[in-house]
């Protein structure tokens, strides 16, 4: 399945199905498709489909979704720069201890780090608390100290 496929398949169904998982999963090439195109393009609404579709499957246990497709889906959605959604990848990385453990803490400060720090102080609610505390303990051991690599539009990220 190409890329376009897969966007006007969402654009009228409003889902990402697991035939669609897989074929992120299985494909290297549109992976890299889906992130350069989310580089020049906002869609939000299919990149927060995609989160929650791999967090679905792996709390589910349905399907095998590795670290590293959690990881692609979430980078994805950190390139729509809309900095509520550093949550949406807290989330994804507290599906179990793997993830916890696995999915880079660089993903969630897409927007910077200072700005994070600042919309996760003004959330009422525990997990943004919690995803607080540890974005300043990472902060402060140094995790963000090459955050502008992270994120570099010349530079695609290893899981890709």
């Known amino acids: 399945m ?18 669609i998982i897989k074929e992120f999963q299985a494909d290297g090439v549109l992976r890299v498709a889906l992130i350069e195109y989310s580089k020049r393009t906002k869609n939000r ?23 590293e497709d959690l990881m692609f889906a979430c980078f994805n959605l950190a390139l729509q720069n809309q900095i509520e959604d ?12 793997d993830t916890y453990c696995g999915l880079d803490v660089q993903l969630m400060p897409f927007a910077g780090v200072t700005e994070t720090i600042e919309f996760l102080k003004l959330q009422k ?3 943004a608390e919690k995803a607080l505390l540890y974005i300043v303990k990472c902060n402060n051991c140094g995790d963000f100290n090459h955050q ?13």
């Open 86 to 97: 550093c949550l949406k990848i807290w989330e994804a990385k507290n599906i179990d201890f």
């Open 2 to 19: 190409k890329l376009n496929d897969i966007l006007n398949q969402f654009h009228i169904l409003k889902c990402v199905d697991a035939e």
């Open 125 to 127: 609610n525990a997990d």
């Open 148 to 160: 502008h690599e992270y994120f570099s539009p010349d530079i695609l990220p290893w899981f890709l």
């Open 45 to 67: 609404a299919f990149a927060i489909e995609l989160v929650n579709t791999f967090i679905v499957t792996r709390r589910q246990a349905i399907g095998v979704v590795t670290v």
